[in-house]
Every structure is written in C-alpha cells, then in structure tokens.
C-alpha cells in the first residue's frame, strides 16, 4: 500500500516562505516521479511542478516557476516544494502524488496521492 504524507503547510504572510515536504512509503520509488498539485477553495486542482526519479526533469506551472522549487531525496523517499514569496492566491490545499516513469501535468495520469496539506496566504 502506498502511502503519501504531506507536511509543512501553515498559514503565513505574503511574501513570506514555506517548505512543504511529503514523505513516500509502502515500496520502492526507483522510476516514479513525484509532482506536486494545489486546489483552492470552489476551484479544480491544478499542476504544480513534478520532478522525475534523478531529477533531471522538472516541470512548473507557469504561474509559479519563478517562485516555486521542487527536489526530492531519494534516499528518504521524500520531495520537497520551497515555496518563496507567497501571495494570497497561492492559498489552496497542496496534494502531493506519484506515478510511474515520467512527470506530468495532467492529475489523471497519477496514481496515488496524499491528503494534502493547508496554505494560507494573509495579505
């Protein structure tokens, strides 16, 4: 059973940082990528940034690419999100998820995910 467990989230000021951290188990990640997607209140989840197993593929939103930095830790079957001058609209639940192979945009190509972890942003 694969488990995903997202931590790190809180409620901070604009302009402020957060790391947000999940935690993979329940087999190997050898070839799985990892990504990381949000969703607002009343909105669809949306593509965050994913990274594949080396991590020399990473992609971002638009939105948050120059904001935004995905890596992960192979050894502690862990990714992280540096999250680096929050703005209000970045106030969501943030899902981390896994899937085989390749990183994507597109939510439905994942398989597992976890239970998210609040951010909100204060203006």
């Known amino acids: 059973q694969v488990q995903l467990a997202e931590s790190g989230g809180g409620l901070v000021q604009a302009g402020g940082s957060l790391r947000l951290s999940c935690a993979a188990s329940?087999?190997?990640?050898?070839?799985?990528?990892m990504g990381w997607f949000r969703q607002a209140p009343g909105e669809e989840r949306e593509f965050v940034a994913a990274?594949?197993?080396?991590?020399?593929?990473?992609n971002y939103a638009d939105s948050v690419k120059d904001r935004f930095t995905i890596s992960r830790d192979n050894a502690k079957n862990t990714v992280y999100l540096q999250i680096n001058g929050l703005k209000p609209e970045d106030t969501a639940v943030y899902y981390c998820?896994?899937?085989?192979?390749?990183?994507?945009?597109?939510?439905?190509?994942?398989?597992?995910w976890g239970q998210g972890t609040q951010v909100t942003v204060s203006s």
């Open positions: 998820t896994t899937r085989k192979n390749w990183p994507s945009s597109f939510s439905r190509e994942y398989d597992y």
């Open positions: 329940g087999r190997t990640f050898s070839n799985y990528a």
């Open positions: 990274i594949n197993w080396s991590g020399s593929i990473i």
